[in-house]
């Protein structure tokens, strides 16, 4: 079973700042299989990146997705008041199960 | 519009049953793989299983801590997926989200395949609470 640890648990930046995300996996997975979602305090979680670069359909170009092997970085250029949110890591393309990472909390500093 | 709501959630008691509905609209439901996606209270989103679409078998997979309680199974002529939750234990409370999941096929340079999928529309949740 891969595990992913995201790291730090809590971030705290200011607007206009830039956010630096990690994602671990326990072991090495392809970079296709690794997908970033955001996280709204009462919202369902929506997609951002998938094989780990891809940034899917609306998503602003100040976010990006970069790793690979067992390292992977999730990256936002310079924060907006609506990033402050919770990210999540998952793998989703080698076997079951298809794990997510712990969180990394945006807040405001 | 691409849409997907969750339905069937409530409170039960621990080992009882329950059946969750994920209802599709705005896209060919059958061409995609459907995934089901918890949450605990104030805890990370914890994925619970997946059915794959009839192209590729239908078949599902588990979670480890669901397995052999839980049934993933869809009808495409109703557009909808379900989640069949039996044994129902205190640590299942939780929101519980339905995913779409494209599959994405590519292939390398010497020629070998290779998928992944990922979970690109979310329904807003239907919460179910374990309690006596």
């Known amino acids: 079973e891969i595990v992913l640890t995201q790291s730090p648990g809590t971030l705290s930046l200011s607007p206009g700042e830039r956010a630096t995300l990690s994602c671990r996996a326990s072991q090495s997975i392809s970079s296709s299989y690794l997908a970033w979602y955001q996280q709204k305090p009462g919202q369902a979680p929506r997609l951002l990146i998938y094989?780990?670069?891809s940034r899917t359909t609306g998503i602003p170009d100040r976010f990006s997705g970069s790793g690979s092997g067992t390292d992977f970085t999730l990256t936002i250029s310079r924060l907006e008041p609506e990033d402050f949110a919770v990210y999540y890591c998952q793998q989703y393309g080698s076997s079951p199960p298809y794990s997510f990472g712990q969180g990394t909390k945006l807040e405001i500093k | 519009e691409v849409q997907l709501v969750e339905s069937g959630g409530g409170l039960v008691q621990p080992g009882r049953s329950l059946r969750l509905s994920c209802t599709a609209s705005?896209?060919?439901?059958?061409?995609?793989?459907m995934s089901w996606v918890r949450q605990a209270p104030g805890k990370g989103l914890e994925w619970v299983g997946f059915i794959r679409s009839k192209a590729y078998g239908g078949t599902t997979e588990y979670a480890a801590s669901v397995k052999g309680r839980f049934t993933i199974s869809r009808d495409d002529s109703k557009s909808s997926a379900y989640l069949q939750m039996n044994s129902l234990k205190t640590e299942d409370t939780a929101v519980y989200y339905c995913t779409r999941d494209p599959r994405y096929d590519y292939y390398d340079s010497s020629g070998d395949g290779y998928y992944f999928y990922y979970m690109d529309v979310w329904g807003k949740g239907t919460t179910v609470t374990v309690s006596s």
């Open positions: 705005g896209f060919t439901f059958g061409d995609y793989a």
């Open positions: 094989g780990a670069s």
